[in-house]
């Protein structure tokens, strides 16, 4: 086997690996700390996604648009729907620009679109929804937007949150009720 040869397995593996990730569809929490940076996984599903022609949109609350886009090429870019809750988390500058009902206002309205097809959504990040959101409300949305029933197409939307380690006592809470 060639170098070239070996490094094409493993990306075939790689990418089958993605594929059957993203093909659950569902919520797939992914857990980012300092021994397990989870951003670029975020960012791989995200690109494999936006590549296999799925919806993707983004609904940012830890970096700016432009930092989340970075290594992303033109063509991925232009297939994002970014939605910004890092500029003006709370909409106090009253732009207009902010979705109205704030993130989880935002995360219901991302699912009823009316283009059909699966749909891949990225939360970056659950940690900073679940300092500004009741943890119920939080399981909750995330619960009913994880099921068949809460978009029009066939399939449930992909949700990606990434979460930080080490986990707060409210977020422990959120895991343990998530589960249930």
């Keep these: 086997m060639t170098p070239s040869g070996g490094a094409r397995g493993d990306t075939g593996r790689k990418s089958e690996m993605m594929d059957s990730l993203l093909g659950l569809g569902g919520l797939m929490l992914l857990r980012d700390s300092v021994e397990w940076e989870g951003r670029s996984l975020l960012k791989a599903l995200i690109k494999k996604s936006a590549l296999s022609g799925e919806q993707v949109h983004i609904l940012g609350c830890e970096v700016s648009e432009e930092e989340f886009r970075e290594g992303f090429d033109s063509d991925i870019n232009n297939r994002l729907v970014y939605h910004d809750f890092f500029r003006d988390p709370l909409n106090w500058s009253k732009t207009g620009e902010t979705l109205p009902g704030g993130p989880l206002g935002a995360l219901t309205a991302m699912c009823k679109r009316t283009d ?3 749909v891949t959504i990225a939360l970056d990040s659950l940690s900073w929804l679940l300092l500004h959101l009741p ?27 990434i979460i930080h380690l080490p986990l707060s006592r409210n977020v422990s809470h959120f895991l343990s009720t998530l589960g249930e």
């Design 116 to 118: 059909p097809g699966p």
């Design 135 to 161: 943890c119920t409300t939080l399981c909750q949305t995330l619960h009913a937007l994880s099921h068949q029933n809460s978009c029009p197409s066939e399939t449930p939307p992909s949700l990606l949150p």
